[in-house]
């Protein structure tokens, strides 16, 4: 199970979105035996009635659903929440799709018909994230961290998670925010994907799982107008690197 026993932790509510009945009920059945609280709606026009009457620690998405596209889904949670994670569950199956849902603010993606196991160690894995980042974030020591990180013409905010290019603020979400702060706190260190994985999502990733490779890119994406993207450096067979390039 997720939880500790500390009596003083909250149960983790989880917000489920799903029209089709079964496969809803299947999630929050899961759900429920790890120790989380389940949410579930149907479409996605009842998301809005369940943010304002709850505050949820996690949400399970579709994308096909009536109402309201999960696509909408998405971008409404993240312009209400920057931080609470979200997972996809979708039987969509093209790279492209998972690419833009990943860049909309989507923490995870799934696609169906999916493995119960994996979907609760995804949904385990997220969690302890999110609590990680609240201790963090809580940590007095925390004080003693430098507020900015600057590399080159990246101006990393880590108080108030925001990447500034000269005067103009770039837009990223939760894992392309953190997985750029990692880069930047260990210039010209080359981290393998699965330890970038590993300290993300405090988990071991899936076999042959592309989900680092497209934040990446996405992120290289969000950089390149500026002529950043070269930051984030491949180092083939091993990993990725930060590195301001030789002018």
């Known amino acids: 199970m997720y939880l500790t026993k500390d009596p003083q932790q909250r149960t983790p509510r989880v917000l489920v979105v799903e029209d089709d009945s079964a496969i809803n009920d299947v999630i929050c059945r899961q759900l429920s035996r790890l120790?989380?609280?389940?949410?579930?709606?149907?479409?996605?026009?009842?998301?809005?009635?369940a943010l304002d009457s709850e505050d949820f620690d996690l949400v399970v998405t579709d994308l096909m659903l009536p109402g309201m596209a999960?696509?909408?889904?998405?971008?409404?949670?993240?312009?209400?929440?920057a931080l609470v994670p979200i997972v996809v569950v979708s039987a969509r199956t093209e790279t492209r799709d998972k690419v833009d849902i990943l860049g909309l603010g989507a923490d995870d993606y799934l696609t169906k018909p999916f493995d119960l196991d994996e979907l609760s160690a995804r949904i385990q894995?997220?969690?302890?994230?999110?609590?990680?980042?609240?201790?963090?974030?809580?940590?007095?020591?925390?004080?003693?961290?430098?507020?900015t990180l600057a590399i080159g013409i990246l101006n990393i905010n880590v108080d108030q998670r925001t990447?500034?290019?000269?005067?103009?603020?770039?837009?990223?979400?939760?894992?392309?925010?953190?997985?750029?702060e990692l880069l930047a706190r260990y210039p010209k260190r080359v981290f393998t994907k699965q330890k970038l994985y590993e300290h993300i999502w405090n988990d071991t990733p899936p076999v042959d799982d592309n989900t680092i490779t497209t934040h990446?890119?996405?992120l290289r994406?969000?950089?390149?107008?500026?002529?950043?993207?070269?930051?984030?450096?491949?180092v083939w067979g091993i990993g990725f690197k930060l590195e301001v390039p030789p002018s």
Do not use: C
């Not at 990447?163 to 750029?180: G, K, Q, S």
């Open 35 to 49: 120790g989380v609280v389940p949410e579930p709606t149907f479409s996605g026009t009842e998301v809005n009635r």
């Open 70 to 81: 999960g696509e909408q889904v998405i971008e409404l949670i993240r312009n209400r929440d």
């Open 125 to 147: 894995a997220q969690l302890r994230r999110s609590l990680a980042l609240r201790l963090i974030k809580d940590d007095p020591d925390n004080e003693n961290q430098p507020a």
């Open 163 to 180: 990447l500034a290019i000269e005067d103009t603020v770039i837009p990223l979400t939760r894992t392309e925010f953190e997985l750029l």
């Open 216 to 218: 990446i890119s996405n």
């Open 221 to 234: 994406s969000k950089l390149k107008p500026y002529g950043a993207d070269a930051y984030i450096q491949t």
